[in-house]
């Protein structure tokens, strides 16, 4: 599966859009990009995934660059529940089990 | 949709003892579920890889027998730590495969914290 590299720690105020940087410049054609995020001592939580177009649901919305080699997890109006540590995830499509990285620390401030 | 439970969410037992953590895709059937580690300040690590009616595979330097995993039906995986030691002390987490069409999705369980003493 394709490496990943995201920023150590974001702030974002509350209310405002928090925008989530992720790159994946070797993926390849069939693996997609999966977003999850864990609450402090929960389980991941799956966000959103996506394989060439940008995806849109009722937590986020995915921004898959053209090239595919990087995307961008957007939370349109962050709330102090939305701190937590996000994943991005590249993955063959089918069966592989999800590894994770270290993830992006987002604090939510009011 | 998608709900996968753990029980139970802590235990504290004593070194040398063995310890079961149950976990349930409750809505969905789940032909694989996952189970991973937890510990402070860290990532998750991938132990194994289970799938329903056949053996466990587990990731290099996980001991099989330390750690025995049991998929018996579609909706209940078992992980039994045995022989307890104070190092076995982490978060774990499991998580089942959602079949979903094109793509599966995994979804994960709230978690259990051991503490072995």
Known sequence: DAKTTQPTSMDCAEGRAANLPCNHSTISGNEYVYWYR??????????????KNNETNEMASLIITEDRKS???????????????????????????????KGTRLSVIA | G???SQH?????CKSGTSVKIECRSLDFQATTMFWYRQFPKQSLML????????????????EKDKFLINHASLTLSTL???????????FYICSARRASGIQDTQYFGPGTRLTVL
């Not at chain 1, 864990?38 to 394989?51: A, C, E, F, R, T």
């Not at chain 1, 957007?74 to 994770?100: K, M, Q, S, W």
């Open chain 1, 38 to 51: 864990q609450i402090h001592s929960q389980g991941p939580q799956y966000i959103i995934h996506g394989l």
């Open chain 1, 71 to 101: 995307s961008t997890l957007i939370l349109p109006h962050a709330t102090l529940r939305d701190t937590a540590v996000y994943y991005c995830i590249v993955i063959l499509e089918g069966n592989t089990p999800l590894v994770f990285g």
């Open chain 2, 2 to 4: 998608a709900v996968v």
């Open chain 2, 8 to 12: 139970p969410s802590w235990v504290i």
């Open chain 2, 47 to 62: 132990m194994a890889t289970s799938n329903e009616g056949s053996k466990a595979t587990y990731e290099q330097g996980v």
């Open chain 2, 80 to 90: 039994t730590v045995t022989s307890a030691h104070p190092e076995d002390s982490s």
